[in-house]
């Protein structure tokens, strides 16, 4: 048992490492790149969202990878962070000006009122399974945005008012001011969201999920994806670990939502933001990045975010050119042969070859 739990911990310590070497390689190329001039202002733009994108992947990598359980509502935690994230930031612009300190508790609130909210619906989602857990958790995430879409908050000398009518049924003294209007969401939140931010978040993000499966409860959050009746018979608390599981994937989802409220001057819980789509194109990431590996998850966030914005000059043909790229990756992915190919044509199955063939001359 001690030689497989020091194994378990240096595999996950060995993960970390080259992934955290992997992200501040790429953070340093690209402020070298922005030093001298040579990235595009696309691409300048594309560096926060890559990173909450890849946060939001690794988080439900978690949940459908890890757990083995398919949930369609991730935009919904994304919604909650953002919305509640962005309401702290701007009520306090005015009383905390230190934009570092403010940024740190918006994120930390962020993250614990998904968490919250991941840890209220997983109490009662999760005793469902298969197409029933998913159909509730999207039913979750649309019923999120649409009450976010019909909430007015204001704050005045005599506290914060709440209507679901409209603005006027607020009743806002003369110093008063609208935070979250209806559909119009919020308006001139803080842009503290940077990407040496990102870049640290989304660490961390990889940090806690690797550790978190390499871990005691990791492997017997998997043992329940395995084979829940024997994960039963062996003392593995169910209901525990799914919870777990789920909470923390849901804080991360807050956290991302967090960079995403704050990366933008506009909040609109509008179904392109929070809806059904995002909640798909998130498990799609997933799929094509391999379910259950991280890793993987990070690079299909990346490159199927960065795509769609490359392929603009295309005009009509984009989004069928996207679609194609989509088509080759999956099969790339998990069509037997290619996976056979790439084992044999890895760096790591040359260096196993060879291995094993000074082995067998010695």
């Known amino acids: 048992m001690k030689n497989t739990a020091k194994k378990q911990m240096s595999k996950s310590t060995r993960s970390n490492l080259i992934m955290t070497g992997a992200i501040v390689l790429v953070y340093i190329v690209s402020q070298i790149m922005i030093a001298g001039g040579a990235m595009s202002n696309l691409m300048k733009g594309l560096l ?82 298969g197409d029933y857990l998913a159909i509730v958790t999207l039913a979750f995430g649309e019923i999120i945005k649409n009450v976010v ?112 409220a704050h990366n933008i001057s506009t909040l609109i819980a509008a179904p392109k933001n929070f809806g059904y789509n995002m909640s798909i194109m998130i498990l799609v990431f997933v799929v094509l990045g391999g379910i259950g590996n991280l890793k993987g998850s990070v690079i299909a966030a990346v490159v199927l975010t960065m795509l769609p914005e490359y392929l603009r000059f295309m005009q009509d043909y984009r989004m069928l050119i996207y679609a194609v790229i989509l088509i080759v990756m999956m099969i790339f992915n998990w069509n037997p042969k290619c996976i056979t190919w790439r084992k044999n044509h890895s760096l790591q199955g040359y260096f196993a070859r060879l291995t094993k063939k000074t082995k067998k001359e010695a």
């Open 48 to 129: 926060v969202p890559l990173c909450y994108y890849s946060i939001l992947a690794v988080s439900l990598n978690l949940t459908v990878g890890i757990l083995g359980e398919l949930s369609l509502g991730h935009a919904g935690f994304m919604c909650i962070g953002a919305f509640t994230s962005a309401f702290f930031s701007k009520a306090t612009v005015s009383v905390i000006t230190n934009a570092g300190v403010r940024f740190t508790l918006a994120i930390l609130i962020g993250a614990c009122a998904a968490a919250l909210f991941g840890g209220l619906i997983g109490t009662v989602v999760l005793r469902l399974q």
């Open 149 to 260: 879409n019909a909430l007015f908050i204001g704050i005045d000398s005599n506290g914060i008012h709440f209507s679901m009518k409209d603005a006027m049924a607020l009743n806002l003294s003369e110093d008063g001011k609208i935070i979250v209007n209806g559909p119009r969401g919020i308006t001139g939140t803080p842009k503290d969201a940077t990407f040496t931010i990102a870049a640290l978040l989304l660490i961390l993000t990889f940090v806690i999920v690797t550790n978190l499966v390499n871990s005691r409860s990791g492997r017997a959050i998997m043992a329940i994806r395995d084979n829940r009746i024997a994960a039963e018979s062996v003392g593995i608390h169910i209901t525990k670990y799914k919870i777990l599981a789920f909470t923390i994937s849901a804080a991360l989802a807050g956290v991302a939502g967090v960079l995403y």
